[in-house]
């Protein structure tokens, strides 16, 4: 069973206000990432980190930033709340695979479903 | 173009009767891997399934199997024996085999809401 915890699982919060959504993982994987999903629809990456002090933007554009300073922890950002950004963010991680890796498979959170008024 | 096609917005399956949900892909590569997660109404995703692109058998995984058509680039769920459990969200996935760093990335496409009656 997957060892990732997001916490917190729900949070309503008024706009302009700073959040941190955390997110850990107790099974030493390098790789970790953050995904934004509105209702019904599919996963949008938007960032992931390849270990400590490694941090990339993915696919979809984001105003949140992250830190990998320990190797279990990757925490996400939004310095100020905005109603565009409620949805739901899901952590991830994986195990590094220095081939091609196509197999890796990630383990996800519970996700945070963020509602900003 | 999109990467992932699931055409299906959503689904009805009788309890006990199996079901397909179909994927669809879009890639040049040779090297890739194809995944299910199920999506409950909680929220989490469940990794279901996974199929090599070199993988010359049909995964199996208990009452989940992919069925794989390479050449027509598709990769369906069947699901055997349906349950009410069984009812939530699915999504296929697709990792590129590029070299380079893209291969970080898994692929969602849109999900399909399957719903189990009794």
């Known amino acids: 069973e997957a060892d990732i915890y997001q916490t917190p699982r729900y949070l309503v919060i008024g706009t302009g206000k700073k959040i941190t959504l955390e997110c850990s993982q107790t099974?030493?994987?390098?790789?970790m990432y953050w995904y934004q999903q509105d209702p019904g629809m599919e996963l949008h990456l938007i960032h992931y980190s390849y270990g400590v002090n490694s941090t990339e933007k993915g696919d979809l554009s984001s105003e949140s930033t992250v830190s990998r300073i320990r190797t279990e922890h990757f925490p996400l950002t939004l310095e100020s709340a905005r109603p565009s950004h409620t949805s739901q963010y899901l952590c991830a991680s994986s195990e590094f695979d220095w081939g091609t890796a196509t197999n890796e498979k990630l383990f996800f959170g519970s996700g945070t479903q963020l509602s900003v008024l | 173009a999109q990467k992932i096609t699931q055409t299906q917005p959503g689904m009805f399956v009788q309890e006990k009767e199996a079901v397909t949900l179909d994927c669809t892909y879009d890639?040049?590569?040779?090297?890739?891997?194809l995944f299910w997660y199920k999506q409950p109404s909680s929220g989490e995703m469940i990794f279901l399934i996974y199929?090599?692109?070199?993988?010359?058998q049909n995964a199996t995984e208990g009452r989940y199997s992919l069925n794989f058509q390479k050449a027509r680039k598709s990769a369906n769920l069947v699901i055997s024996a349906s349950q009410l459990g069984d009812s939530a969200m699915y999504f296929c996935?697709?990792?590129?085999?590029?070299?380079?760093?893209?291969?970080?990335?898994?692929?969602f496409g849109k999900g399909t809401l399957l719903t189990v009656n009794p």
């Open positions: 890639t040049s590569d040779q090297s890739y891997g």
């Open positions: 199929q090599g692109s070199y993988d010359e």
């Open positions: 996935a697709m990792r590129e085999g590029k070299s380079g760093g893209s291969n970080y990335k898994l692929t």
């Open positions: 099974m030493g994987h390098d790789k």
